[in-house]
């Protein structure tokens, strides 16, 4: 797989990314990361409003009539997104403690976090049925192993193998989704790309696209739906940066 458009968009963005004012990209990346958090959290079932994960993140007041438990997971969510952004800045290669941590920072106060499940677990409504404890356990230290010699893949189609792969191994009892989708925008941002969100809107598509690999290996689907997502968020930037001239 091949996405040549967005090598060129995020060649003129690398190049005038600068003239944009860094008031405008703090206000952009604050809006997308409120964003982000109030997606990836609702596509699990999360009930609270875009204007309630604001509340909660920006004034750190309580939701009268929500469980404490999805307050727990916008607050926790966001802290991973600010954990993976820090260990990026720190030049940190994806490996198998940092994945842990973020699942440890998304469960905290909810469940003993960064802990592979040692039961077996099933997906409602999936073709897939994860790998069982003793296979799992390989699978997932194959994850790592093939994840440290992934150094020339396409970085799209990197990121889409990234969550796809974890996902279908699903090697937490919960947690999985919300982890690999902070493990796909790691591998976007180390590599100098721009995070994505994934609509709640689209969830049904976006299973749909991580069926398609989970039960025939096929990653383009979900490959393409990443290179959509990236491409429009380059466009976003790249329309700031047309805006100043």
């Known amino acids: 797989m091949s996405y040549p458009e967005i090598l060129r968009k995020k060649a003129l963005y690398d190049q005038a990314k600068d003239k944009i004012p860094d008031l405008t990209v703090q206000s952009y990346v604050k809006a997308f990361e409120l964003e982000y958090t109030h997606n990836s959290t609702a ?3 999360n009930t609270l409003t875009l204007l309630e994960t604001k509340v909660v993140l920006e004034e750190g007041i309580s939701v009268g009539g929500k469980m404490l438990r999805e307050i ?3 607050i926790n969510h966001n802290k991973a997104y600010q954990y993976i952004k820090s260990c990026i800045n720190d030049e940190k290669p994806l490996d198998e403690g940092i994945i842990k941590d973020i699942h440890a920072l998304l469960t905290e106060n909810i469940m003993v976090g960064g802990v592979y499940r040692n039961v077996e677990v099933y997906i409602s409504g999936a073709a897939h049925t994860p790998p069982v404890p003793n296979e799992m356990y390989l699978q997932v230290k194959n994850f790592y192993a093939d994840l440290a010699q992934k150094d020339n ?4 189609e990197l990121a889409a193998w990234t969550h796809a792969e974890f996902v279908r ?4 009892a ?6 690999s989708r902070l493990i796909m925008n790691y591998q976007l941002l ?5 995070p994505i969100s994934i609509a709640k809107e689209t969830r049904l598509e976006y299973f749909n696209a991580l069926e398609a690999y989970a039960v ?5 689907p979900f490959a393409d739906m990443i290179a959509l997502l990236e491409e429009q968020q380059l466009d976003r930037y790249l329309g700031m940066i047309e805006r100043r001239g």
Do not use: C, S
């Open 43 to 45: 596509i699990e079932g």
């Open 153 to 156: 893949a396409d970085i799209i």
């Open 72 to 74: 727990y997971e916008v």
């Open 169 to 172: 191994i699903h090697p937490f």
């Open 190 to 194: 180390a590599n100098g790309y721009l």
């Open 174 to 179: 919960d947690g999985n989704g919300r982890t």
């Open 216 to 220: 025939r290996r096929d990653l383009k």
